[in-house]
């Protein structure tokens, strides 16, 4: 489950240039967190990967701002005007079958681990 949850993400991390060591780093400690999580509660393993995808989002937010592709991963490249913004995971409760949406239009971008390069 976590493997899975891991190598959708870190897809989605490649998908958009920014998986580096930093990045890998940070979905790490997401994924530890989050392992121990889901041995507390079985029936969550739903929404693992959502989850860890949004851990992973605010780190970077956290780390970067909302100034580069990092910060901002992954960026909305549908909206071709108004502010640079972040997909986000839709269900927000991180599952089942998460998917990337933009919030100004509600496009369903693509299913989590799936982003175009
Ligand atoms: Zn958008």
Redesign the pocket.
């Known amino acids: 489950m976590i493997f899975e949850a891991r190598a959708s993400v870190l897809a989605d991390l490649e998908a958009r240039g920014v998986a580096n060591a930093g990045t890998v780093s940070v979905l790490d400690e997401a994924c530890s967190q989050r392992r121990w999580w889901v041995e507390q509660w079985p029936e969550g393993a739903t929404y693992l990967a959502g989850l860890i995808a949004q851990d992973v989002q605010d780190a970077l937010v956290d780390a970067h701002g909302r100034t580069d592709r990092t910060g901002l991963w992954p960026l909305?490249e549908?909206?071709s005007d108004g502010p640079l913004?972040a997909?986000h995971i839709e269900p927000d409760l991180g599952g089942p079958d998460p998917a990337w949406v933009?919030?100004?239009?509600g496009?369903v971008v693509a299913e989590l681990g799936r982003l175009n390069r």
């Not at 933009?102 to 239009?105: Q, R």
């Open positions: 909305c549908g909206c913004h997909l933009c919030d100004e239009t496009t």
